[in-house]
């Protein structure tokens, strides 16, 4: 099926997604997803960041479709014109959304731990206004903790239910999901339940915002100091294949996460064993560093001059280390 | 007087009991649809009636039937939507209140004409007391071996459920209504795939409003095109108007579509004119989240003429100068009302039964509702006039379900016709507060419309 996207034409699978056929594009007309996570079903759909305007149909009914639709939901159809960021319409309508996602969200982010690798960071500093004009008294919640590893702060929640999907799909049993309606709703767990499982740990990958984070890593460093690098080890639990990041600060290992694509999404989801109890570099077989795109805050402060303990004796390391340093030092 | 073909028999003692409904006709259209007809001829009479949804959208029913997926060997469900919580309508619950047996036959009728072996009633959690009457009535049905297995012989079965819900506006919404009848939480579901081919159980399902479903009992008994005969244009029927507000007698009256507003309004038919000899100031045509339109422009439209009570009519002008025939929740609003406080007071609405699932409508209705409050009560500014406007605007159209536009509609036209009144509002904050603004010019006869050539 051929569909046109922004000027740009892709031959794409029945049944993709206008937003999955926009990721094969590439590059500045991806549409972005605060809610929609490619690895989890009906995900999506709900944060209206990915709204694009279908300009023609489809070759067989070329008439316009009558309002802006959720890119992560809509399937293409053969010889569809889509438009994401040459619609003024779009535009607008996705600032007026950016806005309404921020006037609840506490702009914490010099304390908040996902700071450098958060979604809505990004998507703020990407197509929000300098200002907001909302002047009356943000929601608040108290911060809860759900299992002994994830502490959720629910005042920085944005509601994309991934979260929920994830428990849904990955774990065998979801103790938490939303209470309550509206801009009051919250996630939670019903009476404080625990959330105890092998893989309850991926909730905290999958939050786009500083909601969900990992009790073992906050406060423990800001992401941009550390140093990520992919590692794997034979985890002997039959979901998980061990394959991993690990984000260093000297010698140590501060946290560990699956490996996230350039949409923020995990490659892999990873059991509690390997993200919570493995954190010595014995633990692990050491890939190489991991790409961070140079976009990301988290790529400026990539490798110093001064070799890392770890990289002094990995030839792999050794070798891309040399390589970010010579760029380093010509920019 | 034009003939009721809703409501004729509504003052008969005892038309709540099968006996009493059964005696004055009722449950013919079962007899005539199962022993006469085939499913699709029935659909057809229903087309060929033009009946339109009256739950609000006004989509043609006879078309809705038609979309209905029919896969080899997957149940198909019919269920009717009573979760009547529109604020000014309340015609479902007077319906099911005294005349319950009528939307019992209508279930019969529709679910043979779909091939539903199941269907439900999906009603407020609040209206326990018609849940009560509606299982009464199904029990009676069901003795009298109107429902159950082998209807009068003719080999059809059917159950009939009623489901009572836990009283949340957003249930009303098709999609939401089905999430919340399989036990789960009422969110609206994105669409596509439509209820047509993938609603209640992944089944196809049509869901309809209680006043559509009644609707086809006549339809059978007299034939769809002595029921298009009736109405206006493309507005054919009856349709139940629940008069509420500034009005000398409220109630729920059944008019012909095409009515003119006029003599619905001032006729002592209907609603006997403003009460205590006040002049009307605004009307709110089909339900909180149509558009409010001023006096002068709901009695004329911009053209300067009479406005008919069908959808056509109301809404000529579009969402400059017309509204909307919604659900048929008339409010009134005498020259005493204040239009901000009433504004913030539907926004208040819609803010809390927001359901909270995507964003434009999580905060955004929060967000008017916050400053119109700030409004409401003296702190205003002018600026936040334009400030609701583009809230509203980028509200509208981007959410999933279409609480987001009813949320954003009534905002945008109070400001739009009101405007003046609004920054009155801001601009005398004291007075604001102890008096109302009154009529102003907004019963005033319109200006004839210059156009060019």
């Known amino acids: 099926m051929k569909v046109t996207i922004d000027g740009i034409a892709v031959e794409v699978e029945p049944g993709t997604t206008i937003l999955n056929a926009a990721r094969q594009i590439g590059g500045d007309i991806v549409p972005p997803a605060m809610c929609y996570y490619s690895k989890l079903k009906d995900s999506g759909g709900k944060c209206r960041t990915c709204l694009v305007k279908v300009s023609k149909g489809s070759e067989k009914d070329p008439r316009p479709m009558p309002k802006l639709v959720a890119s992560c939901r809509t399937t293409v159809m053969d010889g569809m014109e889509v438009q994401n960021i040459t619609s003024p319409e779009v535009i607008e309508a996705r600032k007026g959304i950016v806005e309404m996602l921020l006037i609840n969200h506490p702009l914490d982010c010099p304390i908040c731990d ?209 390589e970010q340093f010579e760029r380093d030092t010509r920019l | 007087m034009a003939r009721k073909l809703l409501l004729e028999h509504i003052k008969v003692e005892g038309i709540n009991t099968f006996d009493v409904y059964r005696k004055k006709g009722g449950y013919a259209s079962v007899e005539k649809a199962l022993k006469t007809m085939t499913p699709d001829a029935v659909v057809d009479e229903v087309k060929k009636s033009g009946l339109r949804g009256r739950g609000g959208a006004g989509f043609p029913t006879g ?26 309508t309340f015609k479902d619950r007077y319906l099911m209140n005294y005349i319950p047996h009528l939307l019992i036959e209508g279930m019969i009728v529709s679910s043979f004409a779909l091939g539903a072996k199941t269907s439900y009633i999906y009603v407020r959690g609040e209206m326990m007391p018609q849940i009560r009457i509606l299982e009464k009535a199904i029990a009676e049905a069901k003795n009298a071996g109107f429902l159950g297995k082998n209807i009068l012989g003719s080999g ?73 005969k009736i109405g206006v244009g493309r507005s054919t029927g009856t349709k139940l108007i629940s008069a509420g507000g500034n009005v000398k007698n409220p109630g729920v009256y059944e008019i012909d579509l095409g009515l003119p507003v006029e003599e619905f309004l001032y006729s002592d038919e209907f609603c006997g004119g403003i009460a205590n000899g006040k002049r009307l100031k605004a009307v709110v045509a089909g339900g909180s989240s149509v558009p409010i339109l001023p006096a002068n422009l709901f009695l004329k439209t911009i053209n300067n003429e009479p406005r008919l009570m069908s959808y056509e009519s109301l809404a000529d002008g579009g969402f400059v100068s017309g509204t909307m025939l919604g659900s048929g929740g008339f409010i009134a609003f005498d020259e005493d009302q204040c239009i901000v406080r009433n504004t ?31 409004m409401e009560y003296g702190h205003g500014k002018l600026s936040d006039l334009d400030l609701l406007v583009d809230v509203s605007k980028k509200i509208e159209g981007n959410t999933i379900c279409p609480l987001g536009d009813a949320a954003a509609w009534p905002v945008a036209s ?14 005398n904050a004291s007075e604001a507060v102890t008096r109302n603004y009154g009529l102003a010019h907004y019963a005033d006869p319109l200006q004839k419309l210059e156009t060019a050539g």
């Open chain 2, 156 to 228: 059809y079965d059917l159950e009939l459920y009623v489901q009572p819900g836990a009283g949340a506006y957003i249930c009303g919404e098709e999609t939401a209504l089905l999430e919340s009848l399989e036990g789960k939480r009422g969110n609206p579901r994105i669409k596509p795939p439509f209820p047509a081919i993938a609603g209640l159980w992944g089944c196809p399902t049509v869901v309809n409003n209680v006043e559509s479903i009644a609707a086809v009992v006549p339809i059978i008994n007299e034939g769809g095109e002595e029921y298009a």
């Open chain 1, 114 to 322: 996902q700071a450098g690798e958060c979604d809505l960071q990004n998507l703020g500093f990407e197509h929000g206004a300098v200002k907001t004009r909302y002047e009356f008294d943000r929601r608040t919640f108290e911060k809860i903790d759900i299992g002994d590893k994830i502490q959720l702060h629910m005042t920085r929640c944005i509601l994309c239910y991934r979260c929920v999907f994830t428990a849904d799909q990955i774990t065998n049993y979801r103790y938490h999901g939303i209470l309550g309606r509206g801009d009051h709703s919250e996630i939670s767990t019903y009476i404080q339940h625990a959330v105890d499982n092998d893989f309850s740990g991926n909730v905290i990958d999958v939050c786009p915002v500083g909601a969900l984070t990992d009790k073992t890593f906050r406060f423990k460093n800001r992401v941009w100091f550390t140093k990520p690098v992919d590692a794997h080890r034979d985890c002997d639990h039959p979901g998980c294949n061990g394959k991993v990041t690990l984000w260093y600060k000297g010698e140590e290992v501060l946290r560990v996460t699956a490996r996230k694509d350039q949409y923020g999404e995990v490659e892999e989801y990873i059991c509690n064993t390997c993200r919570f109890d493995k954190k010595k570099t014995a633990d692990w077989v050491i890939e190489g560093p991991r790409h961070i795109s140079d976009k990301s805050v988290i790529s400026s402060n990539h490798y110093d001059f001064i070799p890392l303990p770890v990289v002094k004796t990995n030839l792999v390391l050794q070798e891309a280390n040399k």
């Open chain 2, 414 to 427: 109070a400001i739009r016709h009101f405007r003046d009144e609004f920054e009155w509002h801001v601009t």
């Open chain 2, 63 to 88: 078309m809705k039937w038609s979309f209905l997926a029919k896969p080899e060997g997957v149940a198909r469900y019919l269920v009717c939507n009573a979760d009547e919580s529109e604020p000014g």
């Open chain 2, 344 to 374: 913030w007071n539907f926004t208040r609405f819609y803010h809390h039964e927001s359901c909270g699932q995507c964003s434009p409508c999580r905060e955004g209705t929060g967000w008017m509702e916050k400053v119109l409050h700030r």
